[in-house]
């Protein structure tokens, strides 16, 4: 019944990014595709989201004011909240790859993002997410 349920459920995806033209432009993007999109403008705001117990990913932008990617990133771990995390940047270096992927990022990608590299990645980390819900659901 529970998973007939979650069934029923727009797949929920969450994006932080502090432009408001590439969060509209994700959210439109995503709800077109049949997810659901969630914006927020900040970590600050997505810190005070109370998080679902489904499957959920994060579309996260590096580089915004007060708190960054990197540190939402490790905020999170440090709360043990696990979703697959979507990188996304403007200002891309190896170094800062690097960087993104010792905090356990999915995916990094740059902007301007291709709206079907968008797409294929937040299906893969739904697909993961769902993996790991399960796993959890099993202990």
């Known amino acids: ?19 408001h033209a590439v969060r509209h432009a ?5 709800d ?4 659901s999109a969630q914006a927020f403008a900040s970590a600050e705001a ?3 989201t109370p998080l679902p117990d489904l499957p959920v990913c994060l579309i996260l932008d590096m580089h915004m004011p ?5 540190e939402v990133a490790a905020e999170l771990a440090r709360r043990g909240q696990y979703m697959p995390i979507i990188f996304v940047t403007a200002f891309v270096s190896v170094a ?12 990094f990608l740059t902007k301007p993002v291709e709206s079907d590299t968008l797409l294929r990645a937040v299906n893969e980390a739904l ?10 659901q099993w202990r």
């Open 1 to 19: 019944m529970q998973q007939e349920r979650r069934q029923s459920v727009r797949q929920q995806v969450f994006v932080v990014d502090d432009n």
């Open 32 to 35: 077109a595709a049949g997810y």
């Open 96 to 107: 800062l790859a690097v960087q993104a992927f010792e905090v356990g990022a999915l995916q």
């Open 46 to 48: 997505f810190f005070q």
């Open 127 to 136: 697909l993961l997410a769902e993996q790991n819900f399960q796993q959890r």
């Open 26 to 30: 994700y959210c439109n993007l995503l």
């Open 66 to 70: 007060q708190i960054g990617g990197l």
